[in-house]
């Protein structure tokens, strides 16, 4: 089979500064049409997919289903308005495709869907699914002789679901190396701190205990995703990158607060973020 | 086929269907069983373990469907459930063509006990849209009907047995079976025998004893419980006037659930189900558990005539 994956523009880490902080905007403004969204956990992770899509992602918005393409695969599916705001950065959607976020009908549906939105690739809903369904590609790709890459993202409460230690297990026994996990450590999930609904201990050393290659970085950091990235890319894996997030990055009243998880801001916070985000 | 069960017609399917580069095969820890390992034998670079993790299972299943793959996942009826969130927003949902086998369905597993004998698993996969559910009766249509999957464009659940039935088809006549059409073995106009399953050829029996008292029975293999043959049933319905479901399976949600669901949108007949009342099973030989839940044929003459009294009321 001949490889005929997707170009891919590469930016500069200033210019990926620059979108993520559009997308920040476009990320609270969702959220704020829709009275209804996951704001935190969007603006925590906004940067690892921008980076993403920046320095790796081989997709193409004029092919989004190309079979060879790269798979950005985020099963912290509730970060919903991130992939949408990085779809419209990336020329996947419109400008006006964000405002049918939870709306009725609306092709950017309240969790990710395949079926309904151009550049998704995963159709998630419940945490602890999108590893699994980013090995099944892998193997796709070892048997088919494709080199697409599948990139999953994480969540660290999400590390919680067993299903995402089966596949930690399955990825190591059948080597697979077109795969990587990112998780998204910003220490929060719905009801709390992490560290008060379930202690998660050293994830570093978990999945090193399971058999994979890790590495730290500053998930709000381009230049060090961007490292992390290319890390992941020349090495034997499969890899996990353990980003330190913060939740709700970048509007001061929803850093670090577990009441941001999943609420919208009302009108004078609204503002104020808009003013944080300019 | 004589003699055999129908996972043993699942894991020949299988090995039919190698040549189609496109088939992989994901099994649980259970390859044995459901005879997957057929396949594994001949074609190990297409057989993957996922070890005892079928939530896993489920989600590599539907990963490999989106890339145009056509993955089958086996493992024990029981055991898909565990994985039953995952198929429903995973594969079901966005309809990802993958096809599950859940073998060793029913109380007929026998031995292994209540834990292992699903008698739910056909209600809850039913309830699914998108999903085509299966019960074939024996392992020539188990075979024909696995086969067929590889050009269906539905992801689909598959039930089937532990133990060897009686072969109801031929494998020409196996070949002729089609998904979602009933299978009419015998028409009579007295009373309707819908059955899937081991019930298949418990509820021949019962129509050759009803011929012996002059009732005439039409038996049906009802191998596709979704999409169900609603025309059928209707057809069916208008000629026979009273109807039996029979299934090795809880009486809500499966078979009868899917007759009494048809029959009330458009033909209403009496119905008497027979199957699992709404308990578990328990340990012993297929047959001493098939006698003791009510499942023999002469349970569905039973309740055929009870059928019968309540339509000539």
């Known amino acids: ?278 | 086929m004589t003699g055999a069960a129908s996972r043993d017609g699942y894991g020949a399917a299988l090995l039919d269907l190698a040549e189609d580069d496109r088939v992989v095969v994901l099994e649980a820890d259970l390859g044995k069983s459901t005879k997957s390992c057929l396949f594994r034998a001949e074609h190990p670079q297409r057989a993957f373990s996922m070890g005892i993790a079928e939530q896993n299972m489920m989600l590599v299943a539907a990963g490999l469907a989106s890339t145009g793959l056509i993955p089958f996942a086996s493992t024990f009826a029981i055991f898909t459930e565990r994985g039953f969130e995952q198929v429903r927003n995973g594969i079901a949902r966005p309809g990802l063509v993958a096809h599950i086998c859940g073998s060793h369905g029913g109380i007929h597993t026998g031995t292994d006990g209540s834990s292992a004998q699903s008698i739910e698993d056909l209600g809850i996969y039913r309830t699914l849209p998108n999903m085509t559910v299966m019960h074939p009766c024996d392992a020539s249509s188990t075979r024909a009907l696995t086969k067929a999957l590889v050009n269906y464009s539905s992801p689909s659940y598959t039930r089937t047995v532990r133990n060897k039935t009686r072969e109801i088809y031929t494998d020409d006549e196996a070949a002729n079976l089609e998904i979602g059409r009933f299978s009419v073995l015998t028409e009579g106009s007295d009373v309707a025998i819908l059955a899937c399953g081991v019930m298949v050829q418990e509820a021949l029996d019962a129509a050759d004893t009803l011929a012996g008292e002059g009732v005439h029975a039409t038996v049906v293999d009802v191998h596709t419980l979704k999409p169900f043959d609603h025309d059928e049933m209707k057809r069916i319905s208008e000629n026979c006037g009273a109807v039996v479901t029979a299934e090795d399976h809880s009486i809500i949600g499966g078979l009868g659930g899917a007759v009494a669901e048809s029959l009330t949108a458009n033909h209403p007949a009496p119905l008497e189900r027979v199957g699992v009342e709404d308990t578990y099973g328990m340990s012993g030989q297929p047959a001493e558990l098939m006698e003791h839940y009510g499942l023999t044929a002469n349970d569905i003459v039973d309740a055929a005539k009870t059928a019968i009294a309540r339509r000539n009321v």
């Open chain 1, 1 to 278: 089979m001949t490889d005929d994956t997707p170009e891919f523009i590469q930016k500069s880490v200033d210019e990926l500064v620059d979108i993520a902080r559009g997308c920040r905007r476009e990320i609270v403004k969702m959220v704020k049409r829709a009275n209804a969204g996951h704001p935190g956990g969007s603006l925590s992770v906004i940067d690892i997919i921008v980076g993403l899509y920046g320095r790796t992602l081989r997709a193409s918005p004029a092919e989004p289903k190309h079979p060879g393409r790269d798979r950005l695969i985020l099963s912290k599916v509730h970060a919903s308005p991130a992939m949408y705001a990085a779809l419209h950065a990336f020329d996947f959607l419109d400008e006006s495709d964000l405002h049918s976020y939870r709306m009725y009908n609306g092709i950017c549906q309240g969790h990710v869907d395949s079926k309904w939105t151009p550049g998704i690739d995963f159709s998630g809903g419940s945490l602890g699914m999108g590893l699994s369904f980013g090995l099944g590609i892998a193997i796709s790709g070892r048997l088919s002789g494709r080199d697409h890459h599948s990139w999953v993202i994480l969540g660290d409460g999400e590390c919680q679901e067993g299903e995402i230690w089966e596949a930690a297990m399955a990825a190591v026994h059948h080597r697979l190396e077109n795969v990587t996990v990112i998780v998204d450590v910003n220490g929060i999930q719905n009801d709390d701190f992490v560290d008060q609904q379930m202690v998660m201990g050293d994830l570093s050393a978990k999945w090193t205990a399971f058999g994979w290659k890790v590495r730290d970085m500053n998930g709000h950091n381009m230049t060090e995703i961007s490292e992390a990235i290319e890390w992941s890319k020349t090495t034997v894996g499969p890899c996990a990158i353990l980003a330190r997030t913060t939740k709700g990055k970048g509007v001061s009243f929803m850093e670090n607060n577990p009441s941001f998880h999943g609420k919208a801001p009302n009108d004078e916070e609204f503002e104020l973020a808009m003013e944080e985000l300019a």
